[in-house]
């Protein structure tokens, strides 16, 4: 079976419409842009379609390269006090003299759409419902179950570490809600394929093209690719997608599946802010 994102996106950005409609005003949502990374531009384009197709109205506030650290922080802090703003995601990378940290903790953590700061970290930590749950974790845990599967009692293992998708991801299938048994591989794991073999769903976010090949998984798994690169020319994820798609059980497509996912919980994280009608 493949996991189809796209489609299931399709129905999570309807529903967050159809609420949008009900709304006294339109949620915004700020996307801050620093410099002239390519892919970010094509990333914010995508995200800002999405807001188009739900209602949501989308500003996108570009900076130059060469910002200072301090004048970015204070175009966020004016986005925190704007009434008319609901959400604020400022896209990564950013330039080398800005420290990533300090503009992540600037941000309202009730605007705080991506989920990334400590106060929302920390949330989902006590399983507080009141926060954001960072998207591709949350995107990740939607197309498995809009696809008939569970998490319950299942054994997941998830090869990757970073604050964006396999440390927040790890927290949240640990919890009641989703019953999971969590292993989390990184760089430092010895013998990989003896903890992907055993899982019964490996969830790909390492960042290393085709890292995941046949002889790695079982039959019975399901993979949940979550990474994105070129290579060749085409765009490819971590796990070996020819090489799995008649081995097991489901498995996300490159492109087409978690990145559709994670636009769509962007949407919902946008319309979720607390004191919306």
């Known amino acids: 079976m493949i996991l189809n994102g796209k489609a299931i996106a399709d129905t999570i950005l309807d ?8 709304f006294s005003r339109s949620p915004g949502l700020a996307f801050v842009l620093v410099g002239e990374h390519a892919p970010s531009f094509t990333y914010v384009n995508m995200k800002a379609k999405a807001c188009l197709r739900t209602g949501i109205r989308s500003r996108i506030v570009r900076l130059p390269t060469l910002i200072t650290e301090k004048e970015l ?13 609901d959400g604020i995601l400022v896209q990564m990378p950013l ?10 903790f600037s941000i309202d953590p009730e605007k705080d759409v991506d989920g990334f700061h400590p106060v929302n970290q920390g949330k989902l930590f006590y399983s507080d419902p009141s926060g954001f749950v960072p998207c591709t974790p949350l995107g990740i845990t939607l197309l498995v179950e809009k696809s008939g599967l569970s998490w319950e ?3 997941v ?22 019953n999971a048994t969590v292993t989390v591989c990184h760089t430092a794991t010895e013998n990989l394929s003896r903890h992907t073999k055993a899982a019964d769903i490996v969830v790909a976010c390492s960042g290393i093209p085709h890292l995941i090949q046949r002889g790695m998984v079982s039959p019975r798994s399901v993979v949940v690719d979550v990474g994105i690169s070129r290579r060749e020319g085409k765009l490819c994820g971590d796990a070996d997608f020819e090489s799995l798609v008649n081995h097991v059980a489901a498995i996300s497509p490159v492109p087409g599946g978690v990145g559709p996912m994670t636009i769509a919980c962007l949407m919902q994280n ?6 919306m009608p």
């Not at 293992?157 to 989703?178: D, E, F, H, W």
């Not at 946008?270 to 004191?275: A, D, L, N, R, S």
């Open 95 to 104: 330039p080398p003299q800005i420290d990533a940290r300090k503009v992540i």
């Open 153 to 155: 009692s299942k054994h």
């Open 15 to 22: 529903e967050v419409a159809r609420k949008v409609q009900t």
């Open 157 to 178: 293992v998830i090869v990757g570490r970073s604050t964006i998708v396999g440390k927040p991801l790890a927290n949240l299938l640990m919890q009641k809600r989703y």
């Open 270 to 275: 946008t319309i979720k802010k607390q004191g």
């Open 73 to 85: 922080l204070g175009e966020i802090e004016k986005l925190n006090l704007d009434p008319h703003i």
